[in-house]
């Protein structure tokens, strides 16, 4: 099709066009690199078969590489300036719909009823504006909405967090959170030049498989997660003190000392060195002890 706008001489006719200028409070860097456009579709395993929860098209360069696959492509972004601009480069594909609204403000969940109700599969694949990529990413799993997979341009920083190993310096909440809901793997790196304007961090292309199951039994969820925040709260102190000081009190630092021992986890460990099997023994212990 010869409306595609994936190059760097295409975009900038369209920025000049309508006079677009960058907001950088909206995290926008358009992609403007074909083959790294087309890496995260492939990656994502979209067809015909499939549709696709793009979040920020921009000027529109990945959303029309998704229409061209995909059975289906609902593509919502915030800014106003760009609806006309995408209005027009996508006006060749009859299989998007563009909502003006912000990820963090629309029901997933009546969207996928309302837009996906002829399919079984369901994608997110976006290049993430990064002001909010935690946010975003967290409320995509905690929704636990039935959707396959989340193929995402992110900061390498985050991406690293993410997939993060138990004992290092990036092994977080944000590991543990995610792990809980899904698979993770970098799919790759990508460097600053492919975007316009150059953002200041490096980049990666990351894909959550979700899981069908969490890796491991929880018997209070939201508990679990408050215990992993308190045990994060301040990473050089040990368990033990993160716990008394954010979660439990100081009256119980022997009973959870006794605790911590009795399901094998040294008091004095810190929270980096747990691995998220021993979060649910933990919590799963504390939530039926501890008061
Ligand atoms: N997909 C385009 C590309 O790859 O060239 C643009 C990606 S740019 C990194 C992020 C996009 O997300 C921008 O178009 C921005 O306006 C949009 N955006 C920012 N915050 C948003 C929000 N809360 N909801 C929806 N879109 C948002």
Excluded: C, W
């Amino acid at each position: 099709m010869d409306g595609r706008i994936s190059t760097p001489t295409k975009t900038m006719e369209i920025l000049k066009k309508y006079d677009f200028h960058f907001k950088k409070s909206l995290g926008q860097n358009f992609l403007i690199e074909p083959s790294i456009l087309d890496k995260i579709v492939s990656s994502a395993k979209i067809d015909e078969t499939v549709g696709v929860i793009e979040i920020g098209p921009g000027i529109g360069a990945l959303t029309q590489k998704l229409a061209e696959k995909a059975g289906k492509v609902v593509a919502i972004e915030i800014d106003q300036r760009l609806i006309p601009i995408l209005e027009e480069t996508l006006a060749a594909y009859r299989n998007v719909e563009l909502i003006h609204g912000d990820i963090l403000k629309i029901s997933l969940n009546e969207l996928l009823s309302n837009q996906f109700s002829e399919f079984e599969t369901i994608k997110v694949v976006a290049n993430l504006p990064y002001y909010i990529t935690t946010p975003i990413i967290m409320s995509l799993l905690e929704q636990k909405l039935q959707i396959a997979s989340i193929t995402v341009m992110i900061q390498k920083e985050v991406a690293e967090r993410i997939l993060a190993k138990a004992g290092g310096k990036d092994y977080g909440t944000l590991t543990l959170a995610v792990d809980y809901y899904a698979e993770a793997k970098i799919v790759m790196q990508v460097p600053k030049t492919v975007f316009v304007p150059k953002p200041n961090v490096d980049s990666a292309i990351i894909q959550l498989k979700i899981r069908k199951q969490p890796p491991v039994q929880v018997e209070d969820e939201n508990f679990f997660f408050r215990v992993i925040k308190a045990s994060f709260a301040q990473r050089r102190k040990t368990i033990i003190n993160n716990l008394i000081h954010n979660l439990f009190g100081k009256d119980k630092k022997e009973q959870l000392e006794i605790l911590l021992k009795s399901i094998d986890i040294d008091p004095n460990r810190r929270a980096e060195t747990l691995n998220i099997g021993e979060y649910a023994r933990l919590s799963n212990l504390l939530v039926k002890t501890v008061e």
